[in-house]
Every structure is written in structure tokens, then in C-alpha cells.
């Protein structure tokens, strides 16, 4: 045809009209189809769905007990630490302990009192030790 002819206008449109119709069944999704749950969750349209509004009680339960479960986390390593924390001072304390006594017992020490007690004039006896007992009456 040459570029000159007369085109018909309602022939035009119809033939416009399906075109038209065939780009829109290629591109568009059917409209029974949901969009998947991710883009929901993106969009915010889960929230308001019946279902969720429904049970908003439930949900703030859950929400409520997973925040004791992630404090109930943080209150056990605290805990543990105390715990660390207590024991390494009571092995500093036995240890101070062990040593303390370790000395006294070395400054106390038989031949050490003897050599000290010397020059003062005190000797240690040679007599065994007696002991006295008394009898308690009713």
C-alpha cells in the first residue's frame, strides 16, 4: 500500500485495541495471583491483614517472651562472671592463707623458740609434759 491510502479509523482502533490487549496480557500478572510473602513483609501488607490483627495479643506475647529469653541470656553471663570473679578472689585469699600460715609455722618452729629464748634465760625442759586433770563432781 502506499503511504497515502485511507485508513479506516475504526479498523485502526480495533487493530490499536489488540495490540494494546496483547502487551497487557504479556506484561501484567493475573489477578487472582498473590505476591510472594517477602515482598509483603518489605511492603508492610502482612500487618494488615485480619489474621495478624486478629491475634495482635498473641503476638505481643511471643514478641514478650522472647525479650525474657534474650534477658534471661544476659542475667546468666552476668551470673558467671560473678561467679569467675568470686572464685579467683577466694583463690587469692586460700593462697594468702597458705601462705601466712606457712610462715608462722616456720617463725614458731621448736629450735627457732629455743635459740631466741636463750639469752633471756628460759630452757626447754627435759621432763615430759604431765597433765592434771581434776574429777568434776555433780
Not at 508492610?44 to 495478624?52: A, H, I, K, S
Not at 506475647?61 to 561467679?83: E, T
Not at 570473679?85 to 610462715?103: F, G, H, N, V
Amino acid at each position: 500500500m502506499a503511504d497515502n491510502e485511507y485508513i479506516d479509523k475504526e479498523v485502526a482502533e480495533e487493530a490499536a485495541k489488540k495490540v494494546a490487549q496483547k502487551e497487557k496480557k504479556t506484561k501484567s500478572k493475573p489477578k487472582n495471583a498473590k505476591p510472594n510473602a517477602f515482598t509483603q513483609i518489605l511492603n508492610g501488607d502482612f500487618l494488615t491483614r485480619e489474621f495478624v490483627l486478629n491475634n495482635l495479643n498473641f503476638i505481643f506475647f511471643i514478641i514478650f517472651l522472647l525479650l525474657l529469653i534474650v534477658g534471661k541470656g544476659y542475667y546468666g553471663k552476668q551470673l558467671s562472671k560473678d561467679v569467675d570473679k568470686t572464685q579467683k578472689e577466694l583463690d587469692e585469699m586460700t593462697a594468702d592463707y597458705i601462705e601466712s600460715k606457712a610462715k608462722m609455722e616456720e617463725v614458731t618452729r621448736r629450735y627457732r623458740l629455743v635459740e631466741e629464748l636463750g639469752p633471756k634465760g628460759l630452757k626447754e625442759t627435759q621432763n615430759k609434759t604431765k597433765v592434771i586433770r581434776l574429777k568434776k563432781e555433780n
